[in-house]
């Protein structure tokens, strides 16, 4: 099993950009789906989070209003779209996997994830 996310990279604050992750191996149609970021010298701390069906979605405080979680059963992918980008959101994402399916409750809690991809860093200016 692989989780592979991209779309990081340097822009400038209020910039929008979308970050992916694509997985592959198995396929997680049944299991709800996170992004978590680890900014410098800090913890690893919850974004955002999207259920199996896509009809659930939970975010941070410090992101709600300017991100949209999404997700592609189809295609095994995750989405994550950024607006208004801010230099406090400078961290490397991680997408990950919910350990069980068809959980939701805990889904904003890092432990309870058992997939992870391997990050892409984002790094925005002011």
């Not at 779309?7 to 592959?24: H, K, N, P, R």
């Not at 994402?93 to 809690?109: D, F, H, I």
Request: charged fraction near 15%; charge should be positive.
């Amino acid at each position: 099993v692989q989780l592979q996310a991209f779309g990081g990279g340097l822009v400038q604050a209020g910039d929008s950009l979308s970050l992916s992750c694509a997985a592959s191996g198995r396929t997680f149609g049944n299991y709800a789906m996170g992004w978590f970021r680890q900014a410098p010298g800090k913890e690893r701390e919850f974004v955002a989070t999207i259920s199996w069906r896509g009809d659930r979605k939970d975010y941070a405080d410090s992101v709600k209003g300017r991100f949209t979680i999404s997700r592609g059963n189809a295609n095994n992918t995750l989405s994550l779209l950024m607006n208004n980008v801010k230099p406090a959101d400078t961290a490397v994402y991680y997408c990950a996997v919910r350990n069980r399916p068809y959980v939701w409750s805990g889904s904003s809690t890092a432990s309870f994830f058992h997939y992870w991809g391997q990050g892409t860093k984002l790094t925005v200016s002011s």
